[in-house]
């Protein structure tokens, strides 16, 4: 999508990113405005706007931004403790329309999250 930030780093548009982990399908990059000491952001490289755009053809590709992000917390050696998420919908959080999960460790994570 023409104004999507996310659609714009996926095709590479964004300078200074710092890419974790990508393929065809999928991205993980480090977040702009950290939460935690280990902040990354898992996104398909196509534009879905959010988890309930998400479609049944997407199935696939669902399951391979969970994978994804294993990856990524490998990667960034926060396997053993992360939190996953993602905010669907402004109420919820949610600032970019482009379907994200936020993949966060480092320190110990509350629950209630709030
Ligand atoms: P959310 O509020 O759940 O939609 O999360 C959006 C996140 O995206 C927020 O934590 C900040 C991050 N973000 C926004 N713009 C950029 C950007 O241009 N680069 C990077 N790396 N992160 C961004």
């Given at each position: 999508m023409a104004d999507c930030i996310f659609c714009k780093i996926a095709s590479g548009e964004i300078p200074n990113v710092k890419i974790v982990y990508e393929d065809e399908a999928t991205m993980a990059f480090l977040d702009?405005?950290?939460?935690?000491p280990v902040h990354a952001l898992v996104i398909p490289r196509?534009?879905?706007?959010r988890l309930t755009a998400?479609?049944?053809?997407?199935t696939e590709l669902l399951g391979k931004l969970q994978l994804t992000a294993a990856k990524t917390a490998k990667l960034l050696k926060v396997e053993g403790a992360f939190r996953l998420v993602t905010n669907n919908g402004k109420g919820a959080g949610?600032?970019?329309?482009h379907l994200h999960y936020h993949l966060l460790g480092g320190r110990k994570m509350l629950w209630p999250p709030g």
């Open positions: 702009l405005n950290p939460q935690a196509r534009h879905i706007d998400a479609e049944d053809g997407d949610q600032s970019v329309d």
